[in-house]
């Protein structure tokens, strides 16, 4: 199974502030890779999708890079909404696999 | 509105059954791969597995958590998936919900998430 380590596990930011989340697979998964943004209770958004491309209707804040083992999610700037959990997963190969989670909180 | 919907939730006993099912509309339900995906309370999303569409034969693919123990079916018929649980552990407590893999890759549709309770 491909493992997929995001880091950091956990956050604290203000708004405005520029984010970046990592992503490591621990294979090479080329670009399939996507990122999900979930708040409590709710069901995960998918943002991104083939590493960088934003799915439709996400705000260009939102960027994805990356391919092979290592990726990135950067927030450009952060907005009160945005505080929420992130998970990266690789559709590579099965079985599809997620990351940890990232939490994202205010500082 | 494009959108997919859980349901058959609920509270079961270790070693129950329980069928969940995904109701889709607003798209072509027979087009696509269809997955569940779950998250135990508190936990990370664990895919669970996922069913092709009718050009690919409708075939699957499970995790080993619960392969040999969980079976996905759809009726395109009916626009709808299910989640057929049988053999239930504790382990398998959680929110699943169903998700739209566009392309058979990237997930791009979720539904809200049904809850399963495992316990006596």
């Known amino acids: 199974d491909i493992q997929m380590t995001q880091s950091p596990s956990s956050l604290s930011a203000s708004v405005g502030d520029r984010v970046t989340i990592t992503c490591r697979a621990s294979q090479g998964i080329s670009n399939n890779l996507a990122w999900f943004q979930q708040k409590p209770g709710k069901a995960p958004k998918s943002l991104i999708y083939a590493a960088s491309s934003l799915q439709s209707g996400v705000p260009s804040k939102f960027s994805g890079s990356g391919s092979g083992t290592d990726f990135t999610l950067t927030i450009s700037s952060l907005q009160p909404e945005d505080f929420a959990t992130y998970y990266c997963q690789q559709y590579n190969s099965y079985p599809l696999t997620f990351g940890g989670g990232t939490k994202v909180e205010i500082k | 509105e494009v959108q997919l919907v859980e349901s058959g939730g609920g509270l079961v006993q270790p070693g129950g059954s329980l069928r969940l099912s995904c109701a889709a509309s607003g798209f072509t339900f027979s087009d696509h791969y269809i997955d569940w995906v779950r998250q135990a309370p508190g936990k990370g999303l664990e895919w669970v597995g996922r069913?092709?569409?009718?050009?690919?034969?409708?075939?699957?693919e499970y995790a080993a958590s619960v392969r040999g123990r969980f079976t996905i079916s759809r009726d395109d018929s009916k626009n709808s998936l299910y989640l057929q649980m049988n053999s239930l552990k504790a382990e398998d407590t959680a929110v699943y919900f169903c998700?739209?893999?566009?392309?058979?890759?990237?997930?791009?549709?979720w539904g809200q998430g049904t809850l399963v309770a495992v316990s006596s």
């Open positions: 998700a739209r893999a566009q392309g058979g890759n990237h997930f791009d549709l």
């Open positions: 069913t092709r569409n009718k050009a690919n034969r409708y075939t699957t």
